[in-house]
């Protein structure tokens, strides 16, 4: 039994067995320490336990996932791990800041309009792409290896109709090679390809511009901005504009993405039954490479092409719904606020140190003032974070705080999930969730809401916040209250 010890009202942690090193860190209140599940916390143990990694945080979202919690921050100078980054490379949150007022879209006739203006443009479901709505964008295949390539390029947006200066905007706009070079990324994916390990290129590279099932939606939502002088501040440097309608997106690299990541956890698998190496806690789930080694390189590679597509996919996502509500509400604009990923591994600075901060289920949450926003939009306020809740409670923008330091300058994803998605249907009432959209006055695209991705689904998302802005990681600078939810209802696939 893995036992949290509380430090001050927001903080805790887990000490190693024997003392054995640097305990892990647990960011939340006591309602949230108190109902981590011990395979959680295991898992939690396990991968800061394994070789090469030097700090482990839990966040107040945390739950069991693949070998590591999904809901957890890992950070190796000498090791990269594919397990906490998961299957969905790149998985990020966007939002788009409409100049259309909250009045507009009062109606439900318009609102609904603007939802099958939306799903003509951006397909969901598992392996569902461009051909299967009329109003997409077709992406061919020169386009395609640019995009994956390359990522959210001046030349990969224009070709795609996406505003060039999105990127800016953008956590990261590019991904380059193990070496630093795009070259790197066209010599591996020829070499994928030649292997046959992407049978089908041209129907994943089709996904672009599409949302997919599981947890992923777009959402419309009204930006309310907190009313303290800071935080308007930061609301007019990210661009929100309060009372006004926004549109908040989350996915990720799709089949792509997914295709990549089961690759190489076969490839390493193979390799650690090969030389008879040991998975760290008998977790094939936690399978890693040395940095500096081909097996390393190969999964960068992977990695950062898959995260290319990941960006490319948010940026035409955002494109296609301005465009829908352009055609729904003629003369709208939109700007872009910021595009972050949320299951990603990045270089970063730690302790003074370079190392590969690995971040599953968790954002990086970086101040105003920091060395690495410099030459970026918020270097003086912090970038914006995009924190999903749930539909009935809203979502947040917040910006980091100082003491984001403690956490490897991570925060958490979102709510993280609280019944796994069977317990949730055996558990909930089908009719109660639909009639609490219904009272709530939040439209959907689904004739029946996915009983797995309802609210109560998830945990107590205004306790979260609580845990964050205790832990002075974080403050809200924007609510987002929800108007209508893009979703796929046919099952999960993420």
């Known amino acids: 039994m893995n036992t949290i010890h509380k430090t001050d009202e927001a903080f805790g942690f887990i000490p190693l ?21 011990d395979t959680c916390l295991q898992q939690a143990v396990n991968s800061r336990m394994a070789p090469g990694v030097t700090d482990v945080i839990l966040n107040p979202d945390a739950h069991a996932g693949y070998g590591a919690p999904v809901g957890c921050v890992m950070v190796s100078p000498t090791h990269i791990y594919p397990g906490p980054v998961g299957v969905d490379i790149k998985c990020s949150m966007s939002l788009l800041q409409l100049d259309i007022p909250e009045d507009v879209i009062i109606d439900k006739q318009t609102r609904r309009a603007l939802i099958n203006a939306i799903v003509e443009r951006t397909p969901t479901g598992a392996g569902r792409g461009q051909r299967t709505a009329k109003k997409s964008r077709h992406v061919d295949r020169e386009t ?8 959210a390029t001046t030349r990969v947006c224009e070709a795609l109709g996406i505003p060039p200066e999105w990127a800016d905007r953008c956590e990261d706009s590019s991904h380059r090679g193990h070496d630093g070079t ?5 010599n591996r994916l020829d070499y994928i390809l030649a292997q046959g390990r992407i049978r089908n290129f041209g129907d994943k590279i089709g996904q672009l511009g599409s949302y997919g099932g599981g947890n992923h939606f777009g959402e419309c939502e009204i930006t309310r901005v907190v009313d303290r002088p800071s935080m308007r501040a930061a609301a007019d440097v990210f661009g929100l504009k309060d009372g006004h309608v926004s549109f908040l997106s989350h996915c990720g690299s799709r089949g792509l993405g997914n ?23 008998g977790d094939k789930q936690l399978v890693y490479a040395p940095l500096g080694t081909p097996e390393a390189n190969a999964y960068i590679d992977d990695m950062s092409i898959g995260a290319n ?46 190392a590969w901060v690995h971040r ?17 939009p918020f270097a003086e306020t912090g970038h914006p974070i995009l924190l999903p809740g749930n539909p009935r409670d809203g979502s947040v923008v917040m910006v980091a705080q100082g003491g984001a330091e403690r956490t490897a300058w991570s925060v958490n994803h979102g709510a993280g999930r609280a019944m796994g998605r ?3 249907a055996r558990t909930l009432d089908q009719k109660s969730v639909d009639a609490d959209f219904d009272v709530s006055d939040i439209l959907t695209n689904c004739r029946k ?25 974080a403050q809200s600078v924007a609510k987002l209250q929800a108007r209508f939810v893009i979703k796929d209802e046919s099952g999960a696939d993420d």
């Open 17 to 37: 067995p024997d003392s054995a090193g640097k305990p892990i860190t647990v960011v939340g209140t006591d309602a949230i320490r108190d109902n981590f599940d």
């Open 259 to 281: 295709l990549l990541a089961q690759g190489q956890f076969k490839d390493l698998e193979k390799k650690f039954r090969d030389w008879a190496t040991p998975f760290p806690a």
């Open 182 to 186: 795009y070259d790197a990324l066209n």
């Open 422 to 424: 069977k317990h949730a």
């Open 309 to 354: 597509f990941a960006t490319v996919n948010h940026m035409l996502i955002n494109a296609l719904v301005l465009e829908a509500f352009q055609e729904v509400l003629p003369g709208a604009t939109g700007k872009l606020v910021y595009f972050i990923s949320h299951n990603i591994a990045r270089e970063e600075i730690v302790d003074g140190k370079k």
């Open 360 to 376: 599953k289920g968790a954002t990086r949450a970086i101040p105003g003032g920091h060395f690495s926003l410099a030459g970026t």
């Open 449 to 473: 809401y996915p009983i797995d991705e309802a609210p109560d689904a998830y945990k107590n998302f205004p306790e979260v916040l609580r845990s964050v802005e205790t832990a002075g990681l």
């Open 144 to 151: 395609g290896v640019l995009a994956v390539t390359e990522g």
